[in-house]
């Protein structure tokens, strides 16, 4: 009897494992919802908008110099 | 020659990386332990390996046509994807860095991935050193196309080779499924292709700008 209940005790603790690598990995999903996620967005985008910008001047003005010479 | 003067390409390089930042931050990833969000610098930090190895192809395209050819123009545009190449080596392999503390502990656990990694950007580092220790142009030209030729293949074997037979933290190699396998339900593979076009055309769109500056400083400089 007493093995039994060893058994079944053990079989619960797998059990208890089993429950504990199923829970959902955690993710920000509240980061976008509350909105903040697209602060960050707009920083880069305005970083990116930048850097774009100047590189199609660099290249325009590499332009004018290959047509001076 | 004449395409790297053309605007249509450039302004589709600007619109698919604009698309990757918002698509890259905002669309849906698989939820997986240890990576969380971190999963979404794959459309930031793989790319810049595609815009090296974007630029290193095309480097040793320009080589064998020098040696072909022996135009010096070939040899400039060669050297110039390298510097571009070197530069978004550097950049991938700070951006691997920052990930693998989050995700695997430590800037650097000489992982074989991270190892052949460095030994690569020794061996592109010592293009450079090559290239300026000979003063004689036409010598230089062709003692740098031939080792460029060589170098480019070691240095796939060793990043995208090696670490693939041995124990890697890094994914896809020994064992560990790389993300193709999580980017199967094609979420992912909307940001990361267009990713990897985008800033492949932008490293093509730098080595350009450099190889028209370097080619007004030698026209200059042979007049």
Redesign the interface.
């Known amino acids: 009897m007493k093995r039994y209940f060893i058994t079944l005790l053990l079989l619960f603790v797998t059990s208890l494992l089993f429950a504990q690598s199923a829970q ?5 999903d509240a980061f ?1 919802s509350q909105g903040k ?1 697209y602060v ?2 707009a920083t ?2 305005i970083i ?2 930048g850097l ?1 910008i100047y ?2 001047m ?2 325009r003005r ?2 004018k ?2 047509k001076d ?1 | 020659m004449k395409i790297i003067y053309q605007w249509w390409w450039k302004v589709l390089t600007l619109v698919l990386i604009f698309y990757t930042l918002f698509a890259g931050m905002l669309f849906r990833v698989p939820a997986l332990p240890i990576l969380h969000e971190t999963i979404r610098n794959l459309y930031f930090h793989v790319p810049m390996w595609m815009a090296m190895l974007t630029s290193l192809v095309i480097s040793v395209v320009f080589s064998l046509m020098y040696l072909t050819t022996g135009k010096p123009e070939y040899d400039l545009a060669s050297v110039e994807s390298v510097k571009t190449g070197i530069m978004f080596f550097v950049l991938g392999l700070i951006t691997g860095m920052m990930w693998a503390k989050y995700t695997w502990g430590a800037y650097w656990s000489n992982d074989p991935k991270q190892n052949s990694a460095a030994i690569a950007f020794l061996l592109y580092c010592a293009y450079l050193v090559l290239r300026n220790s000979v003063d004689e142009e036409q010598k230089r030209a062709k003692i740098s196309a031939i080792y460029n030729v060589f170098a480019f293949p070691v240095m796939l074997v060793l990043i995208f080779v090696l670490p693939r037979l041995t124990d890697s933290l890094h994914p896809g190699n020994g064992g560990n499924p790389a993300f193709g396998r999580y980017d199967l339900d094609s979420h992912m593979r909307v940001v990361l292709y267009p990713a990897f076009l985008g800033w492949s055309l932008l490293s093509v769109w730098i080595a350009s700008l450099r190889y028209r500056m370097a080619l007004q400083e030698y026209k200059k400089n042979t007049l």
């Open positions: 959902p990995t955690e993710m920000a976008r996620i960050v967005i880069i985008a990116f908008v774009a590189l199609v660099i290249d590499l332009r110099i290959e010479n």
